[in-house]
């Protein structure tokens, strides 16, 4: 594969410019070297590892439960979608059986947090192509949902609410109703997102045919997620792999064909209209009863071995691989996220193109920067 | 008008210096009232409700904006070309207030009425590109410099469209004066026999001022800040300073060439003008607000393939009509 253009002629000037760590638009603590002739990106390097806080290490130091709040701090944007993701692996290695309403209170929060993603992911796409206002619009849905999980969880963006065998509150008919008419409400917002952001000549001059990733990318990288969907591939582990209760719902897998910054922002826009019939439906089939398990360990202590679990997080397949030796600590935890492969490839897909869509590429990728460091 | 205010104060260079103050009052304090409007305007499209605190609707947080930038010192960092770093911003503002001098507000209020006002407006207003070159490019910073160099690059070459959608209207009032073109326009506005050449106007202009979606040189997605990276405090407000005043000088020269001037019922002249002055700005403003950016090439290419041909066209049409009529 070609990792940089290095054909520059010897009497034509290039130069580096370090992106970051402290730009705009790498959302975050990300750095990026860019070999540059001119605007046109020559080679491009991403330096990772600003946002490091060794929640591996942390996790092989504390037991199972200890660990549990440092999930959702993974990814501050999906953290629902992390912590749930703990518990499942949690549950599955101890074989704990989870309760009907507590599988189903899972799905209506983590795709909520799904849809709060995507939307912070809208917003923050459109203020690197330079459009402010989606950013706003973005943001008062955004609210909507945090002030949802609000009621439930009691904490707006780092979510502790599930625990091994089920969750900690019991959502009431006002979560219920609220839900609800947040679905409703937000089924209209999201056509006005598709013709006014979408729908926009600039915005499809700007990502359609930009940061193509190459079909082979996916091998040498496990791509997945928005990214490797919107090359037309029908990966989403909620489908291939079902966890929790996902196989009881109706949904489809959005899928993109050429793999560029445009498919990446028509698949995410569906995923969050197939999420809202996700809930839509669990809210509709919500049964009653307990929301934790009735015998749970008091000390959690897997048996010996390898234990693996995979999530759809908002980014792509998150994966918790932990190793066991009986005890109530972990030997190794390793947590595998998907905003470290996808920016793993930008040496292969950023050359050639110009410095405007470098960011456009970092954009629509969708990435976390504590997620990749971790 | 520096003739009536000769007589009242009875020396022509203290009238000079009266009107040069009056000017750059009005410059200040409309500068200020923009940046409120602007905000303003941004929070009411974005359902927010934008400053509220300070005065009422907010009106003195530009006040308050404009005590804190001059209060802070003024830094200049050590890997800089002192001398073209210091210059830049007053070659980027000084020709705004030579600018403002041009324009014929009502049909008795003009300061003084050149009969080549219009390539002398085109003329100086281009110095600005010097002083953000200058920025660029005495701040040395990569940033800085990739603004400068768009700048140029798009300023150059939106100056063709944007002449070339003047000439018509030369043609048509046999005038370069800002005055004769006005007057000549007291039956209906020239936007009516010149929609074409007011729309390229407009695009074009908005592409001089820096003002999105054209605003690739200060980009703050890519550039951080562009060409005024390197700056802060007081050097920096003189920059946005003249990004909104700039605004005033193309709004005004719309108004002129297209809307009319000072022209309209009822109301008097020079209202009339403002209405229509601000009324382009506040479009332009809309402008900013609703659309993403181009990217530098798609930015270039929409000025060389859509609206250079797109403007000689509109010039041949005009020519042949008035050869015609």
New interface residues.
């Given amino acids: 594969m070609q990792n940089s253009i290095e054909v520059v002629a010897e009497d034509r000037d290039t130069?580096y410019?370090n992106m970051g760590p402290q730009?705009?638009?790498t959302h975050g603590v990300l750095r990026l070297k860019l070999h540059l002739e001119g605007?046109t990106i020559l080679s491009a390097e991403p330096f990772i590892g600003y946002g490091h806080r060794a929640h591996e290490k942390m996790a092989e130091n504390r037991d199972y439960l200890q660990f549990l709040p440092n999930t959702s701090r993974v990814d501050y944007l999906s953290g629902m979608i992390y912590n749930l993701a703990y518990c499942q692996a949690v549950e599955k290695m101890m074989a704990i059986e989870v309760p009907e309403r507590a599988e189903y209170i899972r799905i209506i929060a983590a795709e909520l947090n799904r849809i709060s993603s995507h939307l912070l992911w809208m917003g923050t796409f459109?203020?690197?192509?330079?459009?402010?206002?989606p950013f706003?619009?973005g943001f008062?849905d955004r609210e909507k949902i945090l002030d949802i999980l609000d009621s439930i969880t009691g904490s707006r963006l780092t979510y502790c609410y599930g625990r091994f065998g089920g969750v900690t509150m019991d959502v009431d008919e006002i979560f219920v109703a609220k839900t609800a008419e947040f679905c409703e409400y937000f089924r209209g917002r999201l056509d006005d997102f598709q013709r006014l952001v979408i729908g926009?000549v600039?915005?499809q001059?700007?990502t359609k045919g930009v940061g193509v990733f190459d079909p082979e990318l996916i091998q040498h990288y496990a791509l997945s997620g928005p990214c490797l969907r919107a090359m037309g591939f029908a990966r989403d582990v909620r489908k291939d792999e079902p966890y929790g209760i996902y196989e009881r719902f109706d949904f489809e897998v959005q899928l993109g064909q050429r793999g560029d910054c445009f498919d990446r922002s028509t698949v995410r826009m569906g995923e969050m209209q197939q999420s809202l019939d996700i809930i839509e439906q669990a809210l509709k089939e919500l049964p009653d009863g307990p929301i934790m398990a009735a015998k749970v360990p008091k000390r959690i202590r897997p048996p010996e071995g390898d234990h693996h679990f995979a999530v759809e997080s908002a980014r792509g397949r998150f994966q918790h691989y932990i190793v066991s030796d009986g005890s109530d600590i972990p030997v190794r935890h390793k947590l595998s996220t998907p905003s470290f492969v996808n920016i793993s490839t930008m040496p292969q897909v950023m050359p050639g193109t110009?410095?405007?869509?470098a960011?456009a590429i970092l954009g629509s990728i969708d990435i976390v920067v504590p997620e990749i460091d971790r | 008008m520096v003739h009536n205010l000769t007589q009242i104060l009875g020396n022509p260079l203290l009238a000079l210096a009266a009107a040069i103050a009056a000017i750059m009052g009005y410059l200040t304090v409309n500068a200020m009232m923009l940046i409120w409007l602007e905000r303003k305007f941004?929070a009411r499209?974005?359902?927010?409700l934008g400053p509220t605190e300070h005065g009422p609707f907010g009106l003195l947080q530009s006040v308050a904006d404009m005590g804190k930038l001059l209060s802070k010192e003024l830094l200049t960092p050590d890997h800089v070309h002192k001398p073209l770093y210091l210059l830049a911003p007053v070659l980027v503002f000084s020709p705004v207030i030579a600018l403002c001098s041009l324009f014929p507000i009502s049909e008795s209020w003009v300061f003084h009425d050149f009969n080549i006002a219009l390539v002398l407006l085109l003329a100086i207003s281009n110095v600005t590109i010097v002083g953000i070159f200058f920025a660029g490019w005495g701040s040395n910073n990569?940033?800085a410099l990739?603004g400068a160099v768009r700048s140029v690059a798009q300023n150059i070459s939106y100056e063709i469209p944007l002449i070339l959608s003047v000439i018509p209207i030369v043609l048509m009032t046999r005038s370069l004066s800002l005055y004769q073109i006005s007057a000549a326009q007291d039956v209906f506005p020239f936007i009516l026999v010149q929609p074409l050449a007011a729309l390229i106007f407009l695009i074009a202009a908005t592409a001089e001022t820096n003002r999105?979606?054209f605003?690739?040189p200060e980009?703050?997605?890519?550039l951080?800040a562009g060409f005024h990276t390197e700056y802060s405090g007081m050097r920096f407000a003189l920059f946005f300073f003249a990004e909104y005043s700039n605004m005033v000088i193309v709004c005004a020269l719309a108004a002129v060439l297209f809307l009319g001037g000072w022209h309209g019922p009822l109301l008097p002249g020079w209202l009339w003008f403002m209405i229509k002055v601000y009324g382009l700005i506040i479009l332009m403003m809309w402008f900013?607000?609703?659309?993403?950016?181009?990217?530098?090439?798609?930015l270039m290419s929409f000025a060389w393939i859509v609206l250079v041909p797109l403007s000689i066209l509109n010039l041949l049409l005009t020519i042949v009509v008035i050869k015609l009529i």
């Fill in positions: 130069y410019m730009h705009p638009s605007e459109l203020l690197d192509l330079g459009g402010i206002t706003l619009y008062d926009n600039i915005f001059e700007r110009m410095l405007a869509d960011v | 941004s499209i974005q359902r927010r990569k940033y990739l999105a979606p605003d690739i980009a703050e997605s890519e951080i900013r607000w609703t659309f993403p950016r181009l990217r530098f090439d798609q």
